[in-house]
């Protein structure tokens, strides 16, 4: 059975850091590529950080570039996000999702997907 179970989410305040954790199992991780997305209160989706099974290829969106940072760890089944300098504006409900083959954040390569974690930006 394919799971992806995202954790790490919680309240931070502006300028503030979180990582968030995708573990997987009932697939071969280090044969997929794995992407974060979100989905904002005012339900906008946005795939925010996408990287390839080789660990060769990675995608940012300009709104995440440079303070998003997605590594994986093959042997422990774990792909990780990394965000710092948060702002308000990336309060969301954080997903992560397996696609076999790499094609940026776009979400319609994805076949699998997590059921989200809450990340709240907020003073």
């Known amino acids: 059975q394919v799971q992806l179970v995202e954790s790490g989410g919680g309240l931070v305040q502006p300028g503030g850091s979180l990582r968030l954790s995708c573990a997987v199992s009932g697939f071969i991780l280090d044969h997929y590529t794995i992407g974060w997305f979100r989905r904002t209160p005012r339900k906008e989706f946005e795939g925010v950080s996408c990287?390839?099974?080789?660990?060769?290829?990675?995608y940012y969106p300009d709104s995440v570039k440079g303070r998003f940072t997605i590594s994986r760890d093959n042997a422990k089944n774990t792909v990780y996000l990394h965000m710092t300098a948060l702002k308000l504006e990336d309060t969301a409900v954080y997903y992560c999702?397996?696609?076999?083959?790499?094609?940026?954040?776009?979400?319609?390569?994805?076949?699998?997907w997590g059921q989200g974690t809450q990340v709240t930006v907020s003073s």
């Open positions: 999702a397996a696609s076999p083959v790499f094609n940026r954040c776009i979400e319609e390569s994805y076949d699998y």
């Open positions: 990287i390839s099974n080789t660990e060769s290829s990675t």
